[in-house]
């Protein structure tokens, strides 16, 4: 069974630059998390999907953050215009149960 | 909401020691608890769970037990090797909800040759 798919692994970018991630879930999975992991921290959430619909998204900044889960499957997840703050890994979990599985991840570095 | 507190980092260990990593939790009701590992350079992977009190989780030789008495919920581990160098982050649902975790702040753990 393949596990979570995220793209791309690194991306280094300016300030002030969009950029953005995609996340492809375990097949069957309906929950959609991305998670922000700062070094040194655990994950937190930013959102959650069920299906296509955003059910929890109460920690994403919605002044530059943005996601959307087309037809219920992939995710992306993007930022305009990224902040120095904004370097940390990004990461995808998808779940069908209590259980949550995660993708490698996307490190940021925003210069 | 639910949270968790975890013993703070980095731990060395020389290989074949014996290992301990704390967890405490703070939640209403009796919520499933989790262990999950990231090694180097990739996302985490679920190491056990448990999903009641007195429940034992284990996997790989990683052992944690659900304790109610003392909301706690330690990693260990009885003879640990140097792959097992990664962070280890102990998780708790966010609320009544199971979908959503929240985790501690992990602990770095180096096992030495």
């Known amino acids: 069974e393949a596990g979570v798919v995220q793209s791309p692994r690194y991306k280094i970018i300016e300030k002030k630059q969009p950029v953005a991630f995609w996340c492809n879930p375990i097949s069957g999975h309906n929950t959609l998390y991305w998670y922000l992991q700062n070094l040194g921290q655990g994950p937190e959430l930013l959102i959650r999907?069920?299906?296509?619909?955003?059910?929890?998204d109460s920690q994403l900044p919605k002044d530059r953050f943005s996601a959307e889960r087309l037809k219920g499957v992939d995710s992306t997840l993007k930022i305009q215009p990224a902040e120095l703050g904004d370097s940390a890994v990004y990461l995808c979990?998808?779940?069908?149960?209590?259980?949550?599985?995660f993708g490698p991840g996307t490190r940021l570095l925003v210069l | 909401g639910n949270s968790v507190t975890q013993m703070e980092g980095p731990v060395t260990l020389s290989e074949e020691a014996f290992l301990t990593i704390n967890c405490t939790y703070t939640a209403t009701g009796y919520p499933s608890l989790f262990w999950y590992v990231q090694y180097p350079g990739e996302g985490l992977q679920l190491l056990l769970k448990a999903t009641k009190a007195d429940d034992k989780g284990s996997n790989k030789g990683f052992e944690a037990t659900y304790r109610k008495e003392t909301t706690s919920f330690h990693l260990e581990k009885g003879s640990v090797q140097v792959s097992d160098s990664a962070v280890y982050f102990c998780a708790l649902p966010s609320s009544g909800s199971a979908r959503q975790l929240t985790f501690g702040s992990g602990t770095q753990l180096t096992v030495l040759p």
């Open positions: 979990a998808s779940s069908a149960g209590e259980t949550q599985y």
């Open positions: 999907y069920e299906n296509e619909e955003a059910v929890d």
